[in-house]
């Protein structure tokens, strides 16, 4: 079973491309429809990238599986 890279999501703005990154430094983009991880309470939660709106129709980037919506960096990942 080959590794799992852990890290950080991070937002490049620039791009427009989520990353995991480990101490500020890329090491892998996720895209949409790629299937991650993430911590939720000391556990792995499968997730994946989806796009959703809030009460007043904004668009959000949301963690599917997750109550975590909006702003989504520095949150713990594996892929």
Do not use: H, Y
């Amino acid at each position: 079973m080959a590794d799992k890279i852990e890290g950080f999501l991070t937002f490049d703005i620039n791009s427009g491309s989520f990353w995991i990154t480990k101490e500020g430094a890329p090491l892998t983009q996720i895209n949409f429809g790629d299937t991650f991880e993430v911590k939720v309470d000391d556990k792995w939660v499968e997730t994946g990238i989806e796009i959703t709106s809030d009460d007043e129709g904004t668009l959000l980037f949301k963690l599917k599986n997750t109550a975590f919506s909006g702003i989504l960096d520095d949150l713990e990942v594996r892929i």
